[in-house]
């Protein structure tokens, strides 16, 4: 279940809980709203974790059509939701709310949004659901709607205390999107249930003094305002990268950020500790970015650096530690649990042993971090020390890499999953690594005939470790980054088949090209567009996709993945998606 809160791309930071509320018309124009109630059934309040679990805001689900099911209840101390709308395209099946916007508070036929807004409260044995007063209005009580019956780090649903309901905001006879948790009693009696009254007025109303905005952030006068966007060109011409950062370092100002652009960490620029929430070519996504930052009250810059480039390639010194961090064992189940807290993890083999990779690091304290996670999960989790050369994936030499795209010219990087020792998934007689390599090979083929320059990470059977892959389309200035892989769970599921496509930051838009290609040219089943974490995804500037074209252990996807004539057909399919993305 952990894995869906890599997948949930989240709306609203843990902040928001206690940020603006919305704010509705006066009370002379209040009167047009009315409600609708929507049945229980049919609709469901769930406490979302953020940040690991630390804070968790509210997330309601509602069951628009009967096509597919939008969730599914896991009895338990508490009870626990998984948000199946997460596997297939929603529109019109389910409605999802997660900030101010979506839903607010409604009392005796009285709109409250801007007087309360809506939070989840970790009381310690359970998850409170309440409305609490906005800053500006003294006086008001905080009320409990609902509760959880239990505390868990995963989605989990919130029941409604008697006498609150979930309804539609309706306007002049017209039913809208917005949903309030409403309470059919009077205000005063709402108020009195828990031994409070509604304040009095002011004699004289003050005008209210507001917090100044925050001004926007302006070039520094030593340089010279950013050029506007090129338009149609893939990258700019400058050789620089936009890098969007807001400025700070605390977990409560990185989960607000984390609201606009999941994405965003934490790191350096200028010798100053930043949240970055994203890095591009293009200036217009930069100032895209920027400005919806900006527009939920975050202190939002764009720096303009130098383009990443691959480091020098040196070979290690001898004695060179490295920290392999892996859980002893090879089930399609271990290593789900695995790719929950690091989503490259991988099968190999080490001293005669299969076991699961999470990951390899030359700094002890980053492999002691990803152990302590994995450990926290139930993993045995162990970390190995072996020198650079003990253990070296092959890497492209300076001679095999490709010439970097000049100004204008577009390059679209293959990279084929897996490779050489780590086979990736393996099951009803298939390797991953083979099929990735097939398929890559048939899209750079199908490209190259249409007139694309195309490179890939690799073109035979040899291990690449994630980051030189990264480096590859780094130093290439690639325009593009398709990841081909395969996917599995478990032989004992042969009915789990399909196309997943997934994406991080910048990818979205190539990830459901390839995609809806795919889709048009097969009849594999659709698994959904999803935004996920995976190592390539994240660390590569360009729009970067990673596609599963299918489950090797899959009843339908392994025989379609035996017939050459099938894979080429997938393949060409991506080419076709990439083209449109391009076009």
Not at 252 to 275: D, K, W, Y
Not at 515 to 528: C, F, K, T, Y
Request: overall charge positive; hydrophobic content about 35%.
């Amino acid at each position: 279940m952990k894995s869906l809160l890599r997948q949930l791309t989240t709306l609203s930071a843990v902040a928001a809980t206690f940020g603006a509320a919305i704010t509705l018309p006066s009370s002379a124009s209040a009167a047009q709203f009315n409600q609708q109630s929507i049945d229980s059934n049919r609709v469901v309040a769930v406490a979302e974790p953020i940040n690991n679990g630390r804070f968790f805001k509210l997330l309601i689900i509602e069951q628009v059509s009967s096509a597919r099911r939008c969730w599914q209840e896991q009895p338990g101390t508490p009870t626990t939701i998984n948000p199946l709308l997460l596997n297939f395209d929603f529109t019109g099946i389910c409605g999802r709310s997660s900030d101010s916007n979506g839903y607010s508070v409604r009392i005796g036929g009285e709109d409250l949004g801007s007087r309360y807004r809506l939070q989840i409260e970790n009381r310690g044995d359970s998850l409170v659901l309440v409305a609490a007063p906005s800053p500006l209005q003294r006086g008001l009580p905080k009320l409990e709607l609902g509760r959880s019956q239990g505390i868990a780090n995963d989605f989990v649903k919130i029941e409604l205390n008697a006498g609150w309901s979930m309804a539609r905001r309706v306007y002049n006879g017209q039913t809208l999107g917005h949903t309030y948790l409403t309470n059919n009693q009077s205000l005063d009696a709402v108020l009195a249930s828990v031994g409070a009254t509604r304040p009095d007025p002011p004699t004289s109303r003050p005008t209210p003094t507001r917090p100044s905005p925050l001004p926007l952030p302006t070039p520094p006068s030593n340089r010279p305002q950013l050029p506007p966007p090129t338009i149609g060109t893939p990258g700019n011409n400058r050789n620089i990268d936009y890098q969007v950062v807001v400025p700070g370092s605390s977990a409560i100002l990185r989960s607000r950020v984390n609201a606009v652009e999941p994405g965003a960490f934490r790191t350096t620029a200028n010798g100053q500790t930043v949240i970055q929430a994203g890095r591009f070519r293009e200036q217009s996504r930069a100032n895209e970015l920027r400005q919806r930052l900006v527009q939920a009250g975050l202190s939002a810059q764009i720096l303009e650096t130098g383009r990443v480039s691959a480091p020098p390639r040196t070979a290690p010194p001898a004695g060179d530690i490295i920290y392999q961090v892996i859980v002893p064992g090879s089930s399609s189940l271990l290593r789900a649990r695995v790719n929950r807290i690091e989503s490259g993890a991988f099968r190999t083999t080490v001293n005669g042993q299969t076991v699961i990779q999470a990951g390899r690091f030359r700094e002890q304290v980053r492999a002691n971090n990803l152990r302590q996670r994995l450990q926290a999960d139930g993993l045995d989790a162990q970390i190995l020390q072996t020198t650079a050369a003990a253990q070296p994936p092959a890497t492209p030499s300076p001679g095999t890499l490709p010439r970097p795209a000049q100004r204008g010219e577009v390059l679209v990087m293959i990279d084929p999953g897996h490779g050489g020792r780590d086979p990736g998934a393996v099951g009803n007689g298939l390797q991953e690594k083979e099929i990735n390599l097939f398929i890559s090979r048939r899209v750079k083929r199908t490209l190259e005939q249409r007139g694309y320059r195309v490179a890939m990470t690799r073109n035979s059977d040899v291990e690449i470790d994630l980051q030189p892959r990264v480096n590859i389309a780094e130093r290439a200035n690639a325009t593009v980054f398709v990841s081909i892989h395969s996917n599995a769970i478990s032989l004992s599921r042969p009915e789990v088949n399909g196309l997943e496509t997934y994406y991080f930051s910048s990818g979205r838009s190539l990830a459901r090209s390839i995609h809806n290609s795919v889709l048009r040219s097969s009849d594999l089943r659709d698994r959904g567009v999803r935004q996920a974490r995976f190592y390539v995804l994240r660390n590569t500037s360009m729009p970067a996709v990673l596609v599963e074209t299918g489950f090797i252990t899959g009843r339908e996807d392994s025989a379609r993945f035996r017939s050459n004539a099938a894979r080429e057909q997938i393949a060409d399919a991506i080419a076709q998606g990439v083209i449109d993305y391009l076009r």
